[in-house]
């Protein structure tokens, strides 16, 4: 598995967007991912750098947002099957918040392990689209 990318949580999308380019990262992809209730952008040329930014107060993103603030969010890694990856997790004994993969940004398959069992970070396991 390989680092894809990290994901930051921002109040304000398009702020950051045009924070990161100043900083010298292209926005690569952009999309409104309706099913999370999030707008996401994804900076740079891989490893990404994945800002997401709640569409909706009941969003999972929004809440992380009122508790934590604008910040990381979860490490997402690029696995070559992503249900050979969560059965090999679930035998490692990684708590899965998905059991299957669902459909995530750019049109990549994507699951997500519970922080619990990952010393406190968020773990997106991620099926590149082709
Ligand atoms: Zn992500």
């Given at each position: 598995?390989?680092?894809h990318?990290?994901g930051?949580v921002?109040?304000?999308?398009?702020?950051?967007?045009a924070?990161?380019e100043?900083?010298?990262?292209?926005?690569?992809?952009?999309?409104?991912?309706?099913?999370?209730?999030v707008?996401?952008?994804?900076?740079?040329?891989g490893?990404?750098?994945?800002l997401l930014?709640?569409?909706?107060?009941?969003?999972?993103?929004?809440?992380?947002?009122?508790?934590?603030?604008?910040g990381?969010?979860h490490?997402?890694?690029?696995?070559?099957?992503?249900?050979a990856?969560?059965?090999?997790?679930?035998?490692?004994?990684?708590?899965?918040?998905d059991?299957?993969?669902?459909?995530?940004?750019w049109?990549?398959?994507?699951?997500?392990l519970?922080?619990?069992?990952?010393?406190?970070v968020?773990?997106?396991?991620?099926?590149?689209?082709?």
């Open positions: 598995m390989k680092l990318h990290v930051v921002v109040k304000s999308l398009d702020e950051a967007v924070r990161h100043k900083m010298g990262l292209r926005l690569a992809h952009r999309e409104v991912v309706a099913s999370q209730k707008e996401v952008a994804f900076m740079g040329d490893p990404y750098i994945e930014e709640p569409t909706s107060p009941d969003s999972p993103v929004a809440k992380f947002l009122d508790k934590r603030g604008p990381q969010h490490l997402a890694f690029a696995v070559p099957s992503i249900e990856e969560l059965r090999r997790q679930a035998a490692a004994g990684a708590k899965l918040i059991k299957t993969a669902r459909p995530g940004a049109g990549h398959k994507v699951a997500f519970h922080p619990e069992s990952q010393g406190g968020l773990i997106e396991l991620l099926q590149e689209s082709q």
